[in-house]
Structures are given as C-alpha cells and as structure tokens.
C-alpha cells in the first residue's frame, strides 16, 4: 500500500500562485505516471497533468501556459506549480500515482481556494 501525501493548498488572491507537493511513501522512480486531478465544486474530478516515466506531460487545455508539473524522484515527491490563478481553479486538487501491476494509488487532496 503507498500513501501519498498532498500539501500546498490554500486560499489564493487571483493571479496569485500555489505550489502544490505530494509526498509517496514509496519509491516513485519506476512508477508508470503520476497525476494531478482536479475536483471543483459539484462536479467531477478531472485530469489537471500527467507526467509519465519517460518525461512526457500532458495537460488539461484550461491550465496550459500556467501550470507546470514536475518531479523528485530522490524525495518521492511530485509538484503542481499553479501560476495566474483563476476563480475556477478553486477546488480539491488530488494526486495519483500508477504504479503499474502493484495498483494506483490516490492522496486524500488539498483544498485551493481562488478568490475574486
């Protein structure tokens, strides 16, 4: 069973900027990807960013150009550098991690709040 740990939330001014952590308990080196979801009020998780073993990310078209998606793989611990934040950005931001055969594990999320 891995953990994963999110951290970083908070309550923003808009335009302002967040950076959001996930710690693993587990190694993340050999993980297939991870990911950042996001769940706004009253609707459903989406992807935010992905980024797979190999270095490739991806990104939802509502973040590109204002988020960035990074990883230590000496500290199991994933990044989401939120920049030019927006009121529908405000929400419960989740991390994941698929570690292939051994599962896919979610944290338990961070609470970002973007106010106008």
């Known amino acids: 069973q891995v953990q994963l740990v999110e951290s970083g939330g908070g309550l923003v001014q808009v335009g302002g900027s967040l950076s959001l952590s996930c710690a693993a308990s587990?190694?993340?080196?050999?993980?297939?990807?991870m990911g950042w979801y996001h769940q706004a009020p009253g609707k459903q998780r989406e992807m935010v960013a992905t980024?797979?073993?190999?270095?490739?990310?991806k990104y939802a078209d509502s973040v590109k150009g204002r988020f960035t998606i990074s990883r230590d793989n000496a500290k199991n611990t994933m990044y989401l550098q939120m920049n030019s934040l927006k009121p529908e950005d405000t929400g419960v931001y989740y991390c994941?991690?698929?570690?292939?055969?051994?599962?896919?594990?979610w944290g338990h999320g961070t609470q970002v709040t973007v106010s106008s």
């Open positions: 994941s991690a698929d570690y292939g055969w051994a599962g896919r594990y």
């Open positions: 587990a190694s993340i080196i050999n993980i297939n990807a």
């Open positions: 980024l797979t073993s190999g270095g490739s990310t």
